[in-house]
């Protein structure tokens, strides 16, 4: 079904699912399209004379915007570092643009930009541009806060990670156990009030990813399960790699809060967001190397192996389930998918 | 008087005047501050390897999004454009964030985006990365759209504008009428229904400065007076550059159609935002030069000497009025500016 351009906008164009992906595919990209931007990577790859780039760019409207783990202030450098680190790049410069609804409380911004400069510390980057904007407040709710952050970062030389990479044979990795940003942040939303322990995974990935792209160069796609789970990372790299997908869901490592939390709220662990796992593509003969580089690093210490690259069925994600059998893992519908990115 | 922690954002914060200015330098750069940023130029230059870079962010919550002259897409690439410009920057790449309010009509998405590529084309740049995100409708009114674009360029070789390089004796111009911009935007607003044929001055300015540059590499400041106006740019030199900036009342060439619009609104004309100006400061023997390839531009054909650059009283910029008065002209303050950046 196409985008019908006399239609409104849903929440669920924003969900990073299937509405979102034919927003952008039937509405934006027709009207903006060029080499580098159809090809949909986290981050742009471009040159300037003899460096390659990766410029990157990414709105966080996270509600709410404190949260076990983080705050939408550090998610925003995490975010876009994390977006040029799955490109292989090294994160230089940030510019950050917030827009602000007035009557917002100045020690929370303050709050906010504090926890954003320790991420930038902690990556070695620098938010060396910004821009301010102070909007109405419409209606009678709280004050929202919303950043914008872009990224520039130096690729490293000899690296070609590329979601479009993975070959039949090679081995999927997933950093750490999935599911904890997004259940963290839906547990914290006011209206639930539930109580729990589940903290967010928000970390820079880019110290673990140096290291590992020195030891293996060789790796072959670097995704972040951030909007739409590890169902969408996974997803889209079988449809940009044009091969199968298998995943073992016993291999899958998940917290037992986190499924629990899942199963409260009626969500799949696959979809839920994480802002601090990678999904790493490899060649058999790498994993050996792959997974000590991770488990070495404290972000990547329960890595897991958890499938492998098939030629067939083309584009598509199989589950083998705890039961035996075998599901579709289906890119998710953004009407499932709460905008907790 | 300083920024009360415990205070809340006021619409004055993002009018561009000396509250934004005081959010700026008490809140926000001691939290994120490093010797770039604290620059607070138009765009950060950077060094990558031997290319130096010009970075910029900046988001558009105008309202109306469509004005005459243009729109908040044509204005998201001008306005990024136009900041790396003013830093002698080729532009080259362009990230567009999109935050869009649910019930948002596709078909003015598609508008929107059709005329930020407009812009793109005339200036030879690519929106090479970008991100979309949907945010709950907050109480009754229209769903509102913001667009954050940040912007990549390269610094010409052998180019170095800054607001920091007036000299005494200098001679300031003005690439056109003032005000339009603003003017058009507040007379487009549904509650106010103006009659009006004021349009927008908005233009990419690239093409201009390009040839600027390439004449007179020696410019010494280019800066375009957007929020807060002309008066805001002055200030901005006369305290950078540690002078004094005279400009003749007379010479400032403001429409008369402008000026009729802006005493009904109660606006001094050079405090409204300009969307395709550019102040130039260069020495007195290459005003000639600067006016002859500026006047033979079409976005500079009504280029006007208004002003000089004097060592005293530093910091301040004054205006010799038409009665033969001289007035001090101050930063404006958020509360006399509307937001129609």
Redesign the interface.
Known sequence: ME?????????????GGTL?HK??KE??LP??G?A??EKLDD??C?S????E?A???????IDPIFFPGGDIGSLSICGTVNDLAMQGARP??I?????????????D??RI??S??QI?DMTGV????????????????Q??I?I?T?G?G?RLEGVDVSVSNARPGDVVVITGPIGEHGTAVMCARGNLKLQSTITSDMVPLWGMVESLLNKVPSVRCLRDPTRGGLAAALCDIASASSCCIRIDEAKVPVRSEVRGACELLGLDPLNVPNEGRAVVVCAPDDVDDVMSVLKSHPSGRESAVIGEIYAEPVSLVLLRTLTGGERLVEMPSGENLP?IC
Chains 1, 2 share one sequence.
Do not use: Q, W, Y
């Open positions: 985008v019908d351009r006399d239609e409104v906008i849903l929440l669920a164009h924003g969900g979102t927003l952008i509405v934006l009207e903006l060029n580098v931007l981050s742009a471009v300037v004379d003899r460096n780039l410029f990157t760019t990414d709105s966080f409207v230089l410069f510019s950050m643009g917030l827009i602000i609804e007035e009557g917002f409380f100045i020690r911004i303050v930009v504090r954003a400069r930038c620098s938010v060396v541009t910004g821009d301010t904007k102070v909007i109405p407040r419409n209606g009678m709710e004050p929202r919303f914008n872009a520039i130096v905008r």
